[in-house]
């Protein structure tokens, strides 16, 4: 069961005119996006937003008098953790700030809400207006001169670019990622002047590949490019395996198809030039033998001070070397019974518990 994406966009908005304007002008711009209606169902809501490459929360003045757009928000928030996908906040006409702390037109719908929901609920709305308040995002009265049309170009604009960037996809249900990816998300986010290389360890089966690709679905972002080099012991296997692996790392760090090379000496010259002049996010799935190893951490010092590379492995003793070591180990560890019973559920049943 692999993540799939659906739809270009998804919009969560309750300003109708603003909404549909930007609907129209993704449309122009060759980018169908998905609008929920009234009719829509919670759980495929929930699918709708999981299956949407970027999602667009536009908060207006009344963006909290709806507990349905309030509903959409918290499962965004929850959606960008889980699977990476981008979450750009809009906006219309308020306040980040009053966003954050719920003042201004945000401060009398939680007081209505207090009577009518859990407390529980009432919290997590609160909790995802302050998470989507923090992540920055465009603001109508800082950009465009406040012209909404000019401001709707430039949404037009970012989105256009989000899309040239591979959202890597990754398992629908992915139980006790978050506390396993949380530690490599952080190391990721580190400023340094190094290269730094992390190894990702473990039993086949474990999680790795999922783990190393929520966590570069969060950060490539963060560089001036980024490779995702999946089952490279598997590629290594064919004729042409290792000048397949350079075409594929040439082509994500250059933006641009890499159709040939003639040697491997030659793709080694080309990766050296492309990488030692820009912040790179490099990922090697599943290595498996000391060589492939020591030839990535040759491979340092060609990188760009700020990089970071991140490899996978089932083979915990290629990290007993002396070389090895300069990499920094993270084991991972397996589910817990509770974690264990709430994966097989929903493969077995579609549901987080068993009936």
């Not at 969560?12 to 169902?41: C, M, Q, V």
């Not at 219309?92 to 700030?97: G, N, W």
């Not at 990535?296 to 070397?321: A, Q």
């Amino acid at each position: 069961m692999s993540h799939q994406f659906v739809h270009h966009v998804f919009l969560s908005f309750r300003s109708k005119t603003f909404g549909d304007h930007l609907h129209t002008a993704l449309l122009n711009a060759g980018i169908p996006s998905f609008r929920p209606d009234d009719k829509e169902l919670d759980k495929n809501l929930q699918n709708s937003i999981q299956e949407s490459r970027i999602l667009i929360a536009i908060i207006s003045k009344d963006y909290a008098s709806s507990y349905r757009c309030l509903d959409e928000l918290t499962h965004m928030i929850q959606t960008k953790k889980a699977f990476g996908n981008f979450l750009l906040p809009v906006f219309y006409d308020v306040d980040p700030s009053d966003v954050r702390k719920q003042k201004g037109s945000f401060e009398e719908p939680f007081f209505n809400f207090k009577k009518r929901y859990k407390t529980e609920k009432v919290d997590q709305w609160r909790a995802a207006l302050r998470e989507v308040a923090d992540l920055g995002g465009m603001v109508l009265q800082n950009q465009a001169d406040g012209s909404e049309s000019r401001f709707i170009q430039e949404i037009v604009k970012v989105v256009v670019g989000k899309l040239r960037r591979t959202v890597l996809s990754v398992d629908p249900h992915p139980i006790g990622i978050d506390s396993r990816v949380k530690e490599i998300d952080l190391w990721l986010q580190e400023g340094s002047n190094n290269v730094d290389i992390l190894a990702i360890h473990g039993m086949g089966g474990i999680g790795k590949t999922t783990i190393a690709k929520i966590a570069y679905n969060l950060n490539f972002d963060r560089f001036e490019g980024s490779s995702f080099l999946a089952d490279v012991r598997k590629v290594l296997e064919k004729y042409d395996g290792l000048a397949r692996l350079q075409r594929q790392l040439l082509s994500n760090i250059l933006g641009k198809n890499v159709e040939k090379i003639y040697n491997v000496n030659e793709g080694s010259v080309k990766i050296q030039e492309a990488i030692s002049c820009k912040r790179v996010l490099l990922v090697l799935d599943d290595i498996d033998n000391i060589d492939q190893l020591n030839a990535v951490l040759g491979m340092r010092d060609w990188f760009y001070p700020g990089s970071k590379i991140i490899v996978t492995t089932r083979n915990g003793h290629l990290l007993s070397s002396t070389e090895a070591c300069r990499c920094r180990m993270y084991k991972l560890k397996t589910l817990d019974a509770k974690e264990s019973l709430q994966l097989f559920s929903w493969h077995a049943f579609r549901d987080e518990t068993p009936r």
